[in-house]
């Protein structure tokens, strides 16, 4: 069974910073990419940024210059560093995995990250 922990959500100023981290564990035979999604209230889910195996990386316009992602093969492990942080970032992430796949088929439980003043 493979699990996806999710940490460093919280409360920010506009303008602030956060980082996510995300761990894989379990039976992970191969990871083509791992991911970041939001949903806010009201809203569909949606990619912020995600990162094939090989380090390719692609962004939502919405967050592009601001958010970097990266990952840590090793430790199965993805990171979203979260600059200039806006009150319309404020969602549930969700860390994704595509294993065996191209389509994400993995999810984690989320973490809130609220952007208020």
């Known amino acids: 069974q493979v699990q996806l922990v999710e940490s460093g959500g919280g409360l920010v100023q506009p303008g602030g910073s956060l980082r996510l981290s995300c761990a894989a564990s379990g039976s992970i035979f191969s990871i083509n990419a791992m991911g970041w999604y939001r949903q806010a209230p009201g809203k569909e889910r949606e990619l912020v940024a995600d990162?094939?195996?090989?380090?390719?990386?692609n962004y939502a316009d919405s967050v592009k210059g601001r958010f970097t992602i990266s990952r840590d093969n090793a430790k199965k492990a993805v990171f979203l560093q979260m600059n200039s942080l806006k009150f319309e970032d404020t969602a549930v992430y969700y860390c994704?995995?595509?294993?065996?796949?191209?389509?994400?088929?993995?999810w984690g439980q989320g973490t809130q990250v609220t952007v208020s003043s």
């Open positions: 990162i094939t195996s090989d380090g390719s990386t």
């Open positions: 994704a995995l595509a294993s065996g796949t191209w389509k994400y088929n993995y």
